[in-house]
């Protein structure tokens, strides 16, 4: 799924009070079926992007047309349910730690992943995804059973439970040694081409980004919409 962002704008409120400006993104784009790392220090804003792009937050103004054969769908212009029901149904999350639910196996944590766009479970395609990340005689273990690279893996394989066009991996592998985080990025690229997804993946790890298509630096796109304001102010 192609992904344009214009002009995109977000903001917090300070606890004194004042306002934090987080994002000012003038442009960003992404091709259906590219995987590019976008790299930035704490801080710079790479998670609130990240929501943006998700709708989990609502920016406070510009562009997240999310395209998908040719249907273009403006995010900042939906309600949150309907943000919702796009992000369940069109982008598979993967979070720095894996936001299992304990309790629950491997395979429960992939069909719950699953339960949320109303189709029914597909306990195949969910078994397909844990054998590809390697856990074949893993599937019914809970997460407090499982390695910290095994819970990963599962995190991995329930954001693609639903064969999402978009995947949005937030330093998936920051948690991980350097030799399991290596695997764990093998997977996510294998697993999105296979499903033909586009992959944003945040790192701060050089040797991880330079493996994608692209590599975007945050700071350098918040940078370029401050230049061009500054050209308007100039004018
Ligand atoms: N809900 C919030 N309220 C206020 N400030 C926030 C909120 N979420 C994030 N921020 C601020 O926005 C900035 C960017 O945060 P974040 O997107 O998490 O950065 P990164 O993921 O690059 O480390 C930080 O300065 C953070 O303090
Ligand atoms: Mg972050």
């Excluded at 987080?22 to 929501?51: I, M, P, Y």
């Excluded at 937030?170 to 033909?196: H, M, W, Y």
Aim: glycine share 8%; with cysteine.
């Amino acid at each position: 799924m192609a992904l344009l962002i214009e002009n995109l704008k977000k903001s917090f409120a300070a606890p004194d009070g004042g306002v934090v400006n987080v994002l000012d993104v003038a442009r960003f784009e992404l091709a259906d079926g590219e995987q590019v790392a976008l790299l930035g220090g704490s801080g710079t804003g790479k998670t609130t992007l990240l929501h943006a792009i998700a709708g989990i937050v609502a920016a406070d103004s510009g562009r997240v047309s999310l395209d998908h054969s040719g249907n273009a769908v403006n995010l900042t212009q939906l309600s949150e349910a309907a943000r919702d029901v796009f992000r369940g149904q069109n982008i598979g999350y993967i979070f720095q730690t894996h936001h299992l639910l304990p309790g629950f196996s491997a395979m429960e944590n992939v069909l719950l992943g699953m339960s949320f766009t109303g189709r029914r479970a597909d306990r195949e395609w969910a078994k397909h995804l844990l054998v590809e990340v390697g856990l074949a005689d893993r599937l019914d273990y809970k997460p407090e059973k499982l390695s910290v690279g095994q819970q990963q893996r599962v995190a991995v394989a329930r954001a693609l439970a639903n064969r999402p066009r978009l995947v949005l991996a937030d330093e998936p592998t920051g948690a991980l040694d350097p030799s399991t985080a290596q695997q764990v990025l093998n997977l996510i690229r294998k697993l999105c081409t296979e499903i033909k997804a586009s992959l944003i993946l945040v790192t701060h790890d050089m040797t991880i980004a330079s493996q994608l298509d692209r590599v975007v630096r945050l700071d350098e796109l918040n940078e370029k919409s401050r230049q061009e304001t500054g050209v308007k102010r100039q004018e």
